[in-house]
């Protein structure tokens, strides 16, 4: 048995903190165990957006980078700023993986090919980014630039493509070049959990394997929207006239910046023994990506990852004590590459316990999902006393907002309270401790207070802190509404947890202990 309590923590992903009124689905979810927290045990808010996880002022957070920010326990320069900023300095014009691709394009009389999502947000990847490029190229002389792009819906407005597609049909005219080749729904193009069956479907419109539907864009896409669906499940398609798609011979960029979601339509390009679906064997394909997608991926790479030298699993680890990472496969990244610090291998005494997500089109046909599978496992290891800490993602909150369905939020939310209130009930029956906090916000805002339409997007809200522990309970419980006062930032996580643990923060942690902060 450990010396010191067990830790745990629940990262609710996609739980903000919102207003109390119709467009948030928490308030009709009728919650027991979020409130039952709050008005017990030490409870408060952090900032995760904006300057606060490293991204643009404003900005709101994501997955992504809130698992990142609070394994680290500090504030990391993600990608987004990191790349527009190296275009506002000239840096981004004269990268080494653009130029060469453009000068393999050149040497083999060939195109460059352009691939990733064509969005509203910065979350993924940024319509900026794109703009940039296709102004590189044109400046370096390039003259065949076809792009095959992934429409969004999900971190932009539902029915936004056609809209991105006018302003990019400007940025083409004033640089005259640039040629849609292909479009696939994000659905299709961005799956991350080995649905390849949708990849295939992306892969072939860019690969030339798919026909072209002689209709017009707008045909296509109005006729679609007829379906209640949004541009996110759009249906790939060929765009562009013969010779646009990805031949032999010409250079690939892939523009996203995020890792996860693409790097399933990326592999079908880049591995050599990839078996997952039929693909054609390139000659002279010259491929580039904006980050790293994944380490064994052997292509050059524009904006390589910064060290994460201290996360948290490596100070645990080299303490001796043993972790637990478990997660549904929606998100087994976070908890694992990302919370770790860009690293895909564990450290020493983790064990990963990755649960299998369900095989829907949308989650909001079972936001259930798989939390109880999740807290089943969670309240095993409590009681099994075989880990000294475990971290947790419940995926529902996040999944099902992204959809727009507003009762199957109310559903996803009130699945995540109950779930986690069997884990609150055995950490309080062990003496353990239990963190509750998210990675940012979405589901408080499912409907857009102007509109009254569905809000798909994440949002820049707070996201709750809370600290279980036998001698946090209070003597009385708190009015609801002081639980939500502002305490400290997503770095500040960590920091926390090795207080709890016993543990010396490392120089390279910059947050700081929440304890101070929280009553």
């Known amino acids: 048995m450990s010396k010191k309590p067990m830790v745990v923590l629940a990262i609710l992903d996609g739980w903000g903190i919102g207003k109390q009124d119709f467009t948030n689905p928490m308030v009709h979810a009728d919650l027991k165990t979020m ?94 980014h794109l703009e940039a490029l296709l102004q590189t190229a044109a400046a370096n002389n390039i003259k065949k630039v076809n792009l095959h792009l992934f429409a969004d819906g999900k971190d932009s407005r539902p029915h936004s493509v056609l809209d991105l597609l006018k302003k990019l049909e400007q940025v083409i005219s004033n640089l005259g070049i640039g040629v849609l080749a292909s479009l696939s729904g994000r659905h299709f193009a961005l799956d991350r959990d080995s649905h390849f069956d949708r990849t295939k479907k992306a892969y072939d419109v860019m690969t030339g394997a798919s026909p072209k539907i002689e209709r017009t864009i707008d045909e296509i896409v109005n006729e679609f929207y007829g379906t209640d669906q949004g541009d996110e499940y759009l249906p790939p398609f060929v765009c562009g006239q013969k010779g646009t798609e990805i031949q032999d011979g010409d250079s690939l960029i892939f523009i996203d910046f995020r890792e996860d979601s693409i790097r399933q339509i990326a592999a079908s390009f880049i591995e050599k023994d990839f078996d997952k679906f039929e693909t054609k064997k390139f000659q002279n394909l010259y491929i580039a990506t904006m980050t790293e997608y994944a380490k064994h991926f052997s292509v050059p790479v524009a904006f390589p990852p910064e060290n994460v030298e201290k996360p948290i699993g490596k100070v645990i680890a080299e303490a001796g004590l043993k972790q637990l990472l478990i997660a549904e496969t929606e998100k087994y990244a976070h908890v694992t590459y990302f919370f770790n610090g860009y690293r895909d291998d564990t450290f020493a005494g983790q064990t990963k316990v990755l649960i299998p997500s369900r095989n829907v089109e949308r989650h909001d046909k079972e936001p259930q999902m798989m939390a109880a599978t999740i807290a089943d496992k969670v309240v095993d290891a409590i009681h099994g006393r075989a880990y000294d800490f475990i971290v947790l993602n419940f995926a529902n909150a996040d999944m099902v907002a992204h959809t727009g369905n507003f009762k199957a939020g109310v559903v996803a939310i009130k699945t995540v309270d109950e779930q986690l209130g069997r884990i609150v009930q055995a950490c309080e029956d062990t003496g353990s401790y239990l963190v509750v906090t998210a990675d940012h916000g979405n589901a408080e805002v499912m409907i857009d207070a102007m509109t009254g339409n569905p809000e798909t997007s994440h949002d820049p809200s707070p996201v709750p802190v809370c600290i279980l522990g036998s001698e946090f309970k209070q003597k009385e419980a708190r009015p609801i509404e002081k639980a939500d006062e502002s305490v400290g930032i997503l770095c500040d996580v960590a920091p926390t947890i090795l207080s709890l643990l016993g543990l010396a923060q490392p120089v390279e942690m910059t947050g700081q202990n929440l304890l101070q902060f929280l009553r």
């Open 35 to 128: 409130p039952y927290l709050k008005q017990h045990y030490l409870a408060g808010s952090l900032q995760a957006s904006g300057i606060a996880v490293g991204l643009p002022w404003g900005e709101v957070g994501n997955s992504e980078v809130g698992h990142l920010t609070i394994g680290a326990g500090k504030v990391l320069y993600q990608h987004f700023p990191r790349i527009t900023l190296s275009i506002e300095r000239g840096e981004f014009q004269v990268n080494p993986a653009f130029l060469d691709a453009f000068e393999h394009a050149k040497k083999n009389g060939s195109a460059v090919n352009i691939a990733g999502l064509l969005t509203e947000g910065t979350i993924h990847a940024a319509f900026e």
